[in-house]
């Protein structure tokens, strides 16, 4: 019989724990507006969890862990396509990285997924009994009762450490005012961290790219700001976007604007670049294109849509677009 119910009636601690104490052997999915986490268990303990901000993503992940290089990833990605593997078999199979170490990886990825679930304030969780088959996946796995504990204090620290970051849209840039014959002593996490950052990405963007949980994503960036490496700054009003994107859309035409979406990889069925579409034959001004917004947004309600939307949002393949990705965005989350 499956287990359903939402976080705010039901904390996540609880959850784990019966599930622990019945030495459940199954499934659990939890998901919100832009994301889902599926937490594998075996016999009460977690050996699993992926979600779906961080899918596909393993080689990323890797490359910017620094246990693999770009021309590894590359080469690794086009094998895998042409002989139809996983990118983790490839990069065992070709001694890129081994069995071990990528099962040790793919833990520790699975435990940051853990504690990220436990900041979440809503959500919707279903657990299904199932029969897992762990051949070659894990090694092993994590302690419940010891994430329980370690997720309490998490939550009590996260709290203060929000207090410097205004919000998760709020953008990231390097700091303009560090003296050029100045000596930056960072550690490998911070070095790692700052190269993320571009000036248009938000700080839920770095910490998704980054490949850290959460709370060691805002440890990391409380310690930049405090020595003034990264410097914050408030995403643009819908207002400001508004303007923006109707002085970007005003100096493309039609054919442009359909090349781009091409560019972006969305079908042309697809629900979320009709409404692209729409947004762009409406934007004539600030009143119509905010408006144009509103309308298309309430299209938009799969978790299919939502998560190619918040791609768009990452990648920022097509500068000009941005604005209205952004409108879009904030108006089907807001």
Not at 126 to 132: N, S, T, V
Not at 259 to 285: H, M, P, Q, T, Y
Not at 306 to 329: C, G, H, S, V, Y
Request: include cysteine.
């Amino acid at each position: 019989m499956p287990i359903k119910g939402n976080l705010e009636t039901f904390y996540m601690s609880s959850l784990l724990q019966m599930l622990n104490y019945d030495r459940k052997t199954g499934k659990l999915s939890i998901k919100n507006e832009s994301n889902e986490v599926q937490i594998f268990l075996h016999e009460g303990d977690i050996v699993f969890a992926t979600e779906t901000q961080k899918a596909n993503r393993l080689g990323e992940l890797l490359k910017n862990s620094g246990i693999i290089s770009q021309q590894v990833l590359d080469r690794s990605l086009a094998l895998s396509r042409k002989h139809s593997h996983g990118l983790g078999k490839t990069l065992v199979k070709e001694g890129y990285i081994s069995l071990e170490r990528l099962n040790a990886f793919l833990l520790k990825q699975a435990e940051n997924t853990v504690y990220n679930v436990f900041l979440w304030e809503t959500g919707e969780f279903e657990y299904h009994d199932m029969d897992l088959n762990l051949k070659g996946v894990v090694g092993n796995k994590l302690d419940t009762m010891n994430i329980l504990l370690e997720a309490s204090r998490r939550i009590d620290e996260v709290e203060i450490l929000k207090k410097q970051i205004p919000s998760e849209d709020a953008l990231l840039q390097i700091a303009g005012n560090t003296e050029g014959n100045e000596e930056i002593k960072l550690n490998a996490d911070e070095w790692r961290f700052l190269s993320m950052i571009d000036g248009n990405s938000t700080v839920r963007q770095v910490f998704d790219r980054s490949g850290f949980d959460d709370f060691t994503g805002y440890k990391i960036l409380n310690s930049l700001i405090s020595s003034a490496r990264v410097e914050i700054t408030q995403p643009l009003t819908a207002e400001g976007l508004c303007h923006e994107a109707i002085g970007h859309l005003s100096r493309i035409d039609s054919r442009q604007f359909r090349d781009a979406l091409d560019n972006l990889g969305l079908k042309r069925s697809s629900i979320l670049r009709v409404s692209l579409s729409c947004i762009f034959r409406e934007a004539i001004d600030e009143n119509q294109i905010g408006a144009a917004v509103e309308k298309e947004a309430a299209k938009i309600r799969n978790s299919r849509e939502k998560a190619d939307l918040d791609r768009l949002r990452q990648e920022n393949r097509m500068p000009f677009m941005k604005p209205i990705i952004e409108l879009l965005w904030q108006s089907v989350n807001g």
